[in-house]
């Protein structure tokens, strides 16, 4: 228990802590360093390139959650999100062709904003709240789709291809999280909304005090989550050529670890977009290594579920809440 | 007579910071003691160190005369010690018969299980002994402050059956709450129970402590400065002590201090909140600063959260500038030019984990917007120039205002509305918690504000620091203003003055 405290003091003492900013990626290059000694072929560009893919969904999802984190909330809506999502573009590419990709997007931006509304004008916590949108979501994404997954057929696939093609040679799949991930970043550092969510999760009376709209922030970032879900299941649904009810299941746990493990604060305002990438990024090696060492595929999530416990434990700052509840 | 507990050179520190040094003080065999002191003089701590809550750093305590080491509130009580919180310690979800007991149930258990008609029964014969009719089996929360106190009290009295000794209760502001009727209810039953009791009383009201008390301790800066029988000594002479001092005019730069422009920035009228304050009318000009005095539940912090736009108006107006303007939420103060410096700055006051540079932009991030993006180079050098102007001792604008000190702190806090052009701010006990040095400081940055023309809306911890700061002082007394002062260079009003529109 001691040594742990003692680790615990290291990685948080707040602002100081450096080494909350460094050991995120010092674990990144360490586990590409190990996997890359064992097996020299994952060095490779193609390889490095199949795993940026892999990690796009992941990446996009977690992004979103980042904002309901740092502003001091949570999304566990996400999945359910992601899911209808990919229902929905399923279900209207055939009649819709491309526009099917902004209603289904603004499906998730509909359900953010939902979800932000609920936890702000009936004050209800963001985790009962996101958990029952979530159930609503995941309900309607059942309702669309009858329950069963939905091939994209032969035709409607010329409107899907593109996102599984490459720009040269980098995936388009990967430019786009890229793209989120960038916007994010700038939106959350250059801008007032960024500013106000930082200021939010890491103080909300001082920055009700002077005169930060909380709940617009609030909503606004639950908002972004929604729609980042939703694109998350956009582009899981063209990987797949399938839209299905229950095609993000098992990815909640991983997007929330993604975030935690990067270096955002589970307690809001600390952290970032930028830290969410190398969290993202280890999770995903973390899942290949398992692969490769030959850990049974189910036991992923037994993983995922430990080191976010972990990350958390370690990384709480027990000087900013007393209680933990 | 002989002391029965007895404090002896008691010391205490709080990170560095010393709360208590060679406190002396002993309560006798069935003894009214008052202890009285301004915020900060050490009452509390001396309270919580005799009821086992706070170790002392060095010094003893002493029970009839043997030594006694207390570790917890428990060991207190096991000595017949107990305590009667301020800030009322009931559990408001339980019954009145739950609290009275808590902690103490397994004397009404059986193989784990509480036999809750014998727990209703003792509850209700201890209400008994201090001549409270409540019906015990009622949930807390539907008792009313005063009924609350007493159940307190009855629960402190319990100690009674767990111990053979006299008891020594400590009352730490009980009647801060409380209407008049209710304190003479209380009075009443302190003194029927002086047979079987000694008590601790601290209050800040000194007619009332007189009242009470056998013998009086005044405390300044965390030493016992005076002991005097109740009936040796008046209200006016205790206050001059508990002062320390008469009115020093150059610690609060007097000769600076300069008479009020004519325009009005803020002006009420029978401004009230319902059933917290009403009838408040007060001018406020460019340059002047009014401090409003009064004690705890005068409604006088009500009215500057009121003003910051924390506590809705209900009845009344408020016009800044001369335009009616309605204040429902600190963001509508905000716009209208009023700038809110809380006393709890740590947590209203301050985004503590972000930095000094963030702190000050907050309230108007326009300033270091350029294209629609934050200008970051731009707010950098806007918070050096701050911490310059302000000499706020920190090493670069980047570092988190959780590691300045207090008074640092409390600067960054005015930086913010100084660059949000606030022409009116609102201070919320503006020195609390700050060192001499640090309170001097904000004096004088109080007398540049007014020179700059802004308009000081302040309550304080101490008369002193109000009457030395104001240029007009208002004395709140049960949610109205009760006296007007002019507290202008060379005429500031006396503090025994204004103590009698108080209490």
Request: aromatic letters at 4%; one cysteine or more; charged letters at 20%.
């Given at each position: ?43 490779r ?17 977690a992004a979103?959650?980042?904002f ?15 899911s ?23 499906a ?13 004008r ?13 159930g ?13 997954a ?6 409607s ?40 969510c ?11 005090a ?13 908002t ?6 939703a ?8 990987r ?13 746990l ?7 493990v990067?270096?955002t ?25 398992m692969?490769f060492?030959?850990v ?25 809440i007393a209680?933990?509840? | ?10 010391s ?9 040094s ?9 003894e009214?003691?008052?202890?009285i ?17 706070h ?19 428990r ?23 739950e ?5 103490q ?5 059986r193989?784990g299980?509480?036999?809750?008609r ?21 949930r ?28 020594v ?7 801060s ?11 009443a ?7 079987r ?8 009201r ?15 800066d965390?030493?016992?400065?005076a ?7 008046t209200a ?14 150059e ?7 300069e ?19 009403r ?58 030019g009023?700038?809110?410096v809380?006393?709890?700055r ?30 970051y ?25 959780r ?13 913010r ?44 911890d101490?008369?002193e620091?109000?009457i ?13 203003i009760?006296a ?7 005429r ?5 003055e ?6």
């Amino acid at each position: 228990m001691k040594m742990l405290d003692a680790f615990r003091s290291l990685l948080s003492a707040g602002s100081t802590g450096w080494l909350r900013n460094v050991a995120p990626p010092a674990v990144l290059l360490v586990l590409i360093a190990v996997i890359g000694i064992a097996s020299p072929g994952f060095l490779r560009a193609d390889t490095l390139l199949v795993i940026l893919s892999d990690t796009a969904v992941l990446f996009v999802l977690a992004a979103g959650a980042t904002f309901a984190i740092l502003i001091g909330g949570i999304d566990l809506s996400i999945q359910s999100v992601a899911s209808l999502a990919s229902v929905i573009l399923a279900q209207l590419l055939p009649r819709l062709g491309l526009w099917a990709f902004v209603v289904a997007i603004l499906a998730g931006v509909a359900s953010g904003f939902a979800s932000g509304l609920v936890h702000v004008r009936l004050r209800v916590p963001s985790f009962v709240a996101t958990l029952a949108t979530g159930g609503v979501v995941a309900g309607l994404g059942l309702l669309a789709s009858n329950g069963r997954a939905i091939t994209i057929e032969e035709t409607s696939r010329l409107d899907t291809t593109w996102m599984n093609q490459s720009l040269d040679g980098v995936p388009v799949v990967v430019i786009i999280a890229i793209a989120a991930g960038v916007a994010s970043f700038l939106a959350l550092r250059y801008t007032r909304f960024g500013r106000r969510c930082m200021a939010v999760g890491a103080g909300e009376p001082a920055a009700w005090a002077v005169g930060i709209n909380v709940d617009r922030t609030k909503i606004l970032a639950f908002t972004v989550s929604g729609a980042l879900a939703a694109l998350a299941g956009v582009i899981l649904a063209c990987r797949l050529s399938s839209g299905s009810p229950n095609l993000a299941n098992q990815t909640l746990l991983p997007a929330i670890a993604a975030v935690i493990v990067g270096g955002t604060a589970i307690t809001g305002g600390l952290g970032g977009v930028e830290r969410t990438a190398v969290g993202a990024l280890i999770i995903s090696i973390v899942r290949i290594g398992m692969t490769f060492v030959g850990v049974d595929i189910f036991a992923e999530q037994m993983v995922f579920g430990a080191v976010l416990i972990g990350a958390v434990s370690v990384t709480i700052d027990r000087s900013k809440i007393a209680i933990i509840k | 007579m002989t002391a029965m507990l007895a404090a002896v050179q008691i010391s205490k520190s709080f990170v560095g910071v010393p709360a208590l040094s060679n406190v002396d003080v002993e309560v006798r065999p069935s003894e009214v003691v008052g202890l009285i002191g301004e915020n900060g003089a050490g009452k509390s701590t001396l309270m919580r160190v005799l009821a086992g809550t706070h170790r002392p750093d060095s010094g003893s305590l002493t029970l009839d005369a043997k030594p006694l080491r207390l570790r917890n509130a428990r060991d207190a009580a096991v000595h017949g010690i107990g305590m009667v919180f301020q800030e009322q310690s009931l559990l408001l979800n339980l019954s009145v018969a739950e609290n009275v007991y808590f902690g103490q149930e397994a004397q009404f258990a059986r193989f784990g299980i509480v036999n809750w008609r014998r727990m209703n029964l003792a509850a209700r014969r201890q209400l008994e002994k201090i001549g409270v009719d409540i019906d015990v089996t009622t949930r807390t929360s539907e008792l009313t402050f005063a009924a609350r106190q007493m159940v307190e009290l009855a629960k402190a009295l319990t100690l009674e059956e767990s111990t053979q000794r006299q008891l020594v209760i400590l009352l730490d502001e009980p009647t801060s709450m409380l209407g008049q009727a209710d304190i003479e209810t209380l009075f009443a039953r302190v003194r029927a129970l002086k047979a079987r009791a000694s008590f601790v009383f601290v209050s800040h009201r000194l007619e009332e402590v007189l009242k009470i008390s056998d013998r009086v301790y005044v405390m300044k800066d965390g030493r016992v400065v005076a002991e005097h029988a109740a009936d040796a000594v008046t209200a006016p002479r205790l206050h001059e002590i508990m002062v320390g001092r008469g009115l020093q005019s150059e610690y609060y730069k007097e000769m600076k201090q300069e008479p009020p422009g004519a325009e009005v920035l803020l002006e009420t009228s029978n401004l009230g909140v319902a059933r917290i304050f009403r009838n408040v009318d007060l001018k406020l000009h460019a340059g002047e600063v009014v401090g409003i005095a009064g004690v705890v539940g005068s409604g006088r912090e009500e009215v500057t959260r009121c003003v910051g736009g924390f506590l809705p108006q209900t009845n009344g107006m408020l016009s800044v500038a001369g335009v009616p303007t309605r204040i429902v939420s600190p963001g509508q103060a905000v716009k209208a030019g009023i700038g809110y410096v809380p006393r709890e700055r740590r947590i209203e006051g301050l985004v503590m984990f972000l930095s000094i540079a963030i702190n000050i932009t907050l309230a108007n991030l326009d300033c270091v917007m350029s294209h629609g993006v934050i200008d970051y180079r731009r707010e950098r050098n806007l918070a050096v120039d701050w911490i310059r102007r302000l000499r706020i001792k920190a090493p670069s604008p980047d570092i988190a205002c959780r590691n300045l000190s207090g008074g640092n702190q409390q600067k960054v806090v005015l930086a913010r509305w100084m660059n949000a052009g606030s022409r009116i701010l609102v201070l919320d006990h503006p020195t609390r918690g700050l060192d001499v040095g640090a309170k001097e400081e904000v004096y004088e940055l109080v007398r540049e504000l007014s020179a700059q023309g802004k308009g000081i809306l302040l309550i304080s911890d101490t008369l002193e620091e109000t009457i030395g700061l104001a240029h007009t002082v208002l004395v709140m007394r049960d949610g109205e203003i009760t006296a007007r002062f002019d507290a202008s260079r060379g005429r500031k009003p006396d503090q025994v003055e204004l103590l009698r529109h108080m209490v």
